[in-house]
């Protein structure tokens, strides 16, 4: 929220009034900021957007759309764009003031799409209360807009204090990660989002991954959220093993999606085919499943995995 108090003069008995001769802006707790800047082609603001409170995104079963809250207009404004477009975009967000207290913050993702219970980054850094702290203090000098809502920040606070250089008294200097990456309208951005979370004043936490959002600058939906609970699309499994140690068989495939259970079937015949169900579905946590069959008994069968 942007809040404006007016400078009051009293000259010759008239009162002349400077509009926004002091500003004031506050950053939401928890709520998410993606803003984007481009000090290297000469842009002279920045563009940041408020996308919420993380828990209206974050755990949701749904992809978030969030386009309503990116302008196309503002994005190509020539303030923005500069001289040559060379524009970077990132999320973060946190809070210090509850317990526990929390930073949140993107990585560029590489790998992994149409799957969001992995991560397509690697964060292995640990996080202080400490750098908390620091972190949030830098969070809370961006020019934060209202929910929803976008603005050009002429004040550069996006570029001065989240990801200027990689110094102390910055966002970027405190974490030891920088949020953002590369912005074009030719290709689609994917960015995972990550948090770590302190309630103790000693020790450090890890990030957790907690799944990523879409930039697609040019296209519909324009920006969206896909949480880690979000099944991912379901792909025909492929077996890569076969063993039988006593009456027991093991069938290991890949291609498998996490969240989504596959189950394996035999059938004692190819010609006439009898499928049927063999053991519990399983449900894939990574890119590998394991089906077993435990009576295994015939001389002769043939196993198929599905995915559900």
Do not use: C
Request: glycine letters at 10%.
């Amino acid at each position: 929220m942007r809040k404006f108090i007016s400078a009051v003069l009293l000259l010759g008995g008239a009162f002349l009034a400077s509009p926004s001769a002091f500003a004031q802006f506050s950053v939401v707790p928890n709520n998410l900021y993606f803003g984007f800047q481009n000090q290297n082609g000469g842009g002279t603001a920045d563009y940041i957007i408020n996308v919420g409170a993380a828990s209206n995104i974050v755990g949701q079963s749904t992809v978030v759309n969030l386009s309503s809250s990116f302008s196309l207009s503002l994005f190509n404004d020539p303030s923005l764009q500069g001289t040559s477009s060379q524009i970077m975009g990132g999320v973060v967000g946190g809070s210090n003031a509850g317990n526990p207290s929390d930073i949140f913050l993107t990585q560029l993702r590489t790998s992994n799409i149409g799957s969001p219970a992995l991560a397509g980054s690697s964060v292995t850094k640990l996080m202080t209360r400490a750098q908390d702290n620091s972190a949030y203090a830098n969070l809370t000098q961006i020019n934060g807009p209202s929910a929803g809502t976008g603005l050009l920040d002429t004040s550069k606070s996006w570029e001065n204090f989240v990801e200027p250089a990689n110094t102390a008294s910055t966002f970027l200097g405190a974490t030891g990660l920088n949020p953002d990456s590369p912005v074009s309208p030719s290709t689609v951005l994917y960015e995972d989002l990550w948090e770590t979370s302190r309630s103790s004043i000693t020790g450090s936490s890890p990030y957790i991954y907690l799944g990523y959002f879409t930039l697609n600058v040019t296209g519909s939906p324009s920006l969206t959220f896909t949480s880690t609970n979000v099944p991912g699309a379901l792909t025909s499994p492929i077996i890569i093993s076969v063993n039988k140690t006593g009456s027991t068989v093991t069938v290991v495939s890949s291609k498998a999606v996490p969240t989504h259970t596959y189950q394996l079937q035999s059938s004692s015949s190819l010609n006439p085919v009898s499928w049927g169900n063999v053991g519990g579905s399983v449900l894939a946590t990574g890119t590998l499943v394991t089906n077993t069959d435990g009576s295994a008994t015939a001389s002769k069968q043939f196993y198929r995995v599905q995915g559900q």
